[in-house]
């Protein structure tokens, strides 16, 4: 099997955040799912450097497998762009490599009630803009959107 990209995936429902991890594959590799700002705050640096969060994964999506650290962090349309952007400027760098930071498109609102694909058109755009960040390089830690 080839090397499948580790990332992590924030997203404010399990259900649908468990089905986006699924096709994510065989490409990527969810190891670890955030279902909050809050746990996004005290979780990203030790996940930035290949290291378990202190407070273990109870939502049973993702792997768990914290030996690589991730090449990408992922959030849903569900979080408010500033606080990804101020996530972003804590924990830039923190990485040994560049780090995509891949996020909905604030002018974008999720359709209510979300489509039955919307897991389907969010794991394909999760994949274009991680495709767009390799493609400029790969070696910023700004915000791509999606």
């Not at 952007?85 to 560049?98: Q, T, Y």
Request: glycine content about 6%; overall charge neutral; hydrophobic content about 40%.
């Amino acid at each position: 099997m080839a090397h499948r990209i580790p990332i992590i995936l924030c997203g404010k429902t399990v259900n649908i955040g468990a089905h986006v991890t699924h096709l994510l594959k065989p490409e990527f590799e969810v190891i670890h799912f955030i279902t909050s700002t809050e746990a996004a705050k005290a979780e990203l640096a030790d996940l930035l450097t290949g290291q378990a969060p202190k407070i273990p994964n109870t939502n049973n999506v993702g792997t768990n497998d914290y030996s690589k650290p991730p090449q990408a962090i992922v959030f849903g349309r569900g979080y408010l762009h500033t606080e990804i952007v101020e996530l972003n400027k804590e924990h830039r760098g923190i990485s040994s490599s560049p780090v995509a930071w891949i996020v909905g498109d604030p002018d974008v609102r999720a359709p209510a009630p979300l489509p039955p694909d919307y897991a389907v058109q969010a794991a394909h755009n999760v994949k274009r803009a991680f495709e767009r960040w390799k493609a400029a390089g790969g070696t910023s830690e700004i915000i791509v959107l999606y």
